[in-house]
């Protein structure tokens, strides 16, 4: 009888802490004018690699100004390490269960608005440059946006042939959002920046690369080699790993990604630039934040996202600076999901559709303020290469869990796994066969996601091109 009272408490710590708080928050700030909002968004970025997170390495020195008048998040995490949904998430404030981006390359088809076309009926001019095509417009990730640039360098397959669009450099990202800003009149703006360059594999312009750029062919050789380690990782259904990054190439392999951050940052300091020369960094909101980390090397080789729920892979940086709120640092747990409720709250927006996140408004303000309690994470195999389509999918790389400030546990094909993260960070000593009954308790928050889990979809067939895109990119 206890036990089934527990189960009911914690059903109703559920409701009440995820799905309906999306109006809090609307009493305050009612006075204030429209301030412009900008969104940058780092694919692939650990926050412990940014120098304001604490990183002995100089890598973000115009993300740390931006840090300075803002309020950091230094437990932040996404719920899924995967790009498309990972946005989707970003601005939709759901659960990818919710938003049903279940993995890369999906449409997003919900009938509730994303950020961009809340602010757009809310009188914003909206503009979305993104870098890699996992964005592009078939995704759906452009609702909202009156201009959104998607156009990507061409892939070349076997034959020379052309696949597709990839990816782009920051630089022209930035230099496309750069040019839109200057010729758009029209204020208040929505201003969305994605960059891709942390994301593998990774090839920084040489001048970012600590102790000098060796050339390429050893770059070339460590991004394989990087390959070849998350693909026996995945081999070994995540339970073994193989090690193949010697000390020597270890340190180059931080030394190109940490460039990667560099040039990103360098990029994003011309857009802070022009925004401070032009006045209007002052009334702007700025959110930096990132759509999934990357595990470099931890847990016995383990390089990539895609696979993994370690906290490499969920655990990212989240800067807000919000004009008028002091500059301060929060340490309790928070959420991507919880990204846009904020900022609808914080701009006194009525939200009329149900989020899964919460406004952290209140806990900015007050530090006993409500606060998420949980964060739901996922992954799972993502679309079979194209040889196998239509076979029965590879199950065994997917996993769903719950991360409480203290406790981690997640359920994979073959094995559960328990972290106490408050004391084992690294997740080394997995608590599951010696702690039957915390698997009881976290397992019952799981309950509402059971059976729509990222692991558990079934891939459809994507298009030809599109697969050769993953591909390319490095997904399959
Ligand atoms: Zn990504």
Known sequence: MKKRIIIWLQIILIISAGSFAFAAGLKSHTSRD???VIFVIFDTTRPDRLSCYGYKEITSPNIDALAKDSVLFSR?????????????SIFTGLYPQNHKVLSNGRRLEIRQKVLAEILRENGYSTGGFVSTSLLDKRTQMNRGFDVYSDTMGVIRGANNKRIGGGKKPAEVTVGEALDWLKSNERSPFFLWVHLYDPHGPYSPPDKYVRGGAPDKSRIKE???AIRRGTRNFLKANNLDGNAVIDPENMKLVNALYDGEISYADDEVGKLFSYLKQKGIYDNSVIVFMADHGEMLGEKDGCFGHAPF???GALRVPLVMKLPGIPPGKIDSMVRNIDVTPTILSYLNIEDKDKRDGISLLPLIENADGPRPEYVY???????????TAGKPPRRNGGKLGVRTNKWKYWRAAKESFLFNVEEDPGENSNLAQSSPHRIEELGVLLTPYENISVAGEEPKKLDKDRLAELKALGYL
């Not at 994470?377 to 040889?387: K, L, M, N, V, W």
């Open 309 to 311: 729920v370690y906290e």
């Open 222 to 224: 460590m991004n394989e």
């Open 377 to 387: 994470f996922g992954t799972g195999p993502i679309e079979p290469p194209p040889d």
């Open 76 to 88: 932040n995490f996404t719920s899924v390490p995967l790009t498309t949904p990972s946005h989707a």
């Open 34 to 36: 429209k301030p412009n």
